[in-house]
T-cell receptor
Framework: ETGVTQTPRHLVMGMTNKKSLKCEQH?????MYWYKQSAKKPLELMFV???????ENNSVPSRFSPECPNSSHLFLHLHTLQPEDSALYLC????????????????FGQGTRLTVV | AQTVTQSQPEMSVQEAETVTLSCTYD???????LFWYKQPPSRQMILVIR??????QNATENRFSVNFQKAAKSFSLKISDSQLGDAAMYFC??????????FGAGTILRVKS
């Protein structure tokens, strides 16, 4: 356990469904991230929240909507997804920016395996 | 834009032997950090080792060490005395003074007994 918890671990949803992924960290970190891991592709950074403000949005389709209500929780709201959105979605957290401290590292959750049918 | 390239989709090593995983990156920054992360079948990403670009000395963590060649923009990971528990997907990653951690595509490491 790294201190970052993601739920659910597995999710199967239809293209017309609405669901949400949840990420929770109790490490005292103030930056949280969503990554998408697809087969045979590099990990893709989707969103970054720092001090509860979105600081990065990497041209992610609007069918993915992040929410960061406080520094410990991060959500990814999903609606009208496509089959190509099937992937492992990883949440991570860190203290401040990743490169502002010599001891900074990103801690990852175990991911949510999403299948869109 | 920064990019990270791992040219070895898959590697195999015999238990107790040494294996080197390759990573190259592209950046115009002079100050940055490089990481190797391990992702076992449990899917949990775990930090293996990190290197600050301003440090000339290669980082080491027990059986794990890196060969950091800044001019060549190369950052390879050496695993000595390989163990069955080392079998995993290994990701090379880069970050500078933003909040972006850029990953390579990963290398699957198989350890044979």
């Amino acid at each position: 356990e790294t201190g970052v918890t993601q739920t659910p671990r597995h999710l199967v949803m239809g293209m017309t469904n609405k669901k949400s992924l949840k990420c929770e960290q109790h490490l005292g970190h103030n930056a949280m991230y969503w990554y998408k891991q697809s087969a045979k592709k590099p990990l893709e950074l989707m969103f970054v929240y720092s001090l509860e403000e979105r600081v990065e949005n990497n041209s992610v389709p609007s069918r993915f909507s992040p929410e960061c209500p406080n520094s410990s929780h991060l959500f990814l709201h999903l609606h009208t997804l496509q089959p190509e959105d099937s992937a492992l979605y990883l949440c991570a957290s860190s203290q401040e920016g990743l490169a502002t401290s010599t001891n900074t590292e990103a801690f990852f959750g175990q991911g949510t395996r999403l299948t869109v049918v | 834009a920064q990019t990270v390239t791992q040219s070895q989709p898959e590697m195999s090593v015999q238990e107790a032997e040494t294996v080197t995983l390759s990573c190259t990156y592209d950046t115009s920054e002079s100050d940055y950090y490089l990481f190797w992360y391990k992702q076992p079948p449990s899917r949990q990403m775990i930090l293996v080792i990190r290197q600050e670009a301003y440090k000339q000395q290669n980082a080491t963590e027990n059986r794990f060490s890196v060969n950091f060649q800044k001019a060549a923009k190369s950052f390879s990971l050496k695993i000595s005395d390989s163990q069955l528990g080392d079998a995993a997907m290994y990701f090379c990653a880069y970050t500078d003074y933003g909040n972006k951690l850029v990953f390579g595509a990963g290398t699957i490491l198989r350890v044979k007994s």
